[in-house]
């Protein structure tokens, strides 16, 4: 199926394994093909698509061989899922912080310096980290702000990130190189993150310390 409104990951099933269960009362043996992480991209009644598939069947007819076991004949069947629907909430306007870029789960949040003392012209690295669970691959990192006498490159990104049916888990950062173009204290100010915890329903803000 495709999954237009959402972000979707396929877990890999490592192998096949035949399991028994019931279905309308009835025991079946059945096997699962495929499991997929969603995270919807919008709003609303979304609509999961059905997936169907083309089987090729062999089903045992009333003509018996020779050896009197039953003669079985080739056939075609098509199954579907039918169409499901998922109602995806908006995040609450209430207490929103103007910062909030999307992100979704718990987390913790960190700025690194590499280096606290440097000569003029040597560069140093800042980075900006988030560890966690939830959305990860699918918000923006809090930018950095430095005083004019620094120069500073575009971040270099970096996602350590496992996908499970739990979601995703797992450490994103950007990690900017900074240069002081003269000899002195540089206050970088502190930066703030804010996500929304599904668990409590609420806005989170955690805030950096203070780095010179």
């Known amino acids: ?20 269960g019931t279905y309308n009362g ?47 004949t080739q056939s075609q069947k098509t199954i579907t899922t039918g169409q499901n629907t998922i109602r995806v909430k908006p995040h609450p306007e209430k207490n929103k912080p103007e910062n909030f870029s999307g992100a979704v789960g718990q987390f ?57 049916l739990s979601g995703m888990q797992g450490t994103i950062e950007d990690s900017y190189t900074i240069i002081p173009q003269f000899q002195g204290k540089y206050p970088i100010p502190s930066i703030q993150f804010s996500y929304f915890d599904p668990k409590t329903e609420t806005y989170r803000t955690q805030t950096s310390q203070d780095l010179i």
Not at 4 to 12: G, L, R, T, V
Not at 40 to 50: A, D, E, R, V
């Open 1 to 20: 199926p495709r999954y237009n409104d959402f972000w979707s990951q396929n877990i890999d099933m490592k192998g096949v394994k035949i399991e028994n």
């Open 108 to 164: 913790d949040f960190d700025v690194i310096l590499d280096k606290d003392a440097l000569k003029a012209s040597e560069s140093f690295r800042a980075k900006i980290k988030v560890k966690g669970n939830g959305n990860l691959k699918l918000f923006n990192l809090p930018t950095i702000s430095v005083p004019n006498t620094l120069e500073v490159y575009e971040p270099e990104h970096d996602e350590q990130v496992k996908i499970t």
């Open 26 to 72: 009835e025991d079946y043996r059945f096997v699962v093909l495929r499991k997929t992480v969603l995270y919807p991209q919008k709003t609303g009644n979304l609509i999961l698509p059905p997936l169907t598939l083309n089987l090729n069947l062999s089903v045992p007819s009333n003509r018996r061989d020779l050896f009197g076991r039953r003669i079985l």
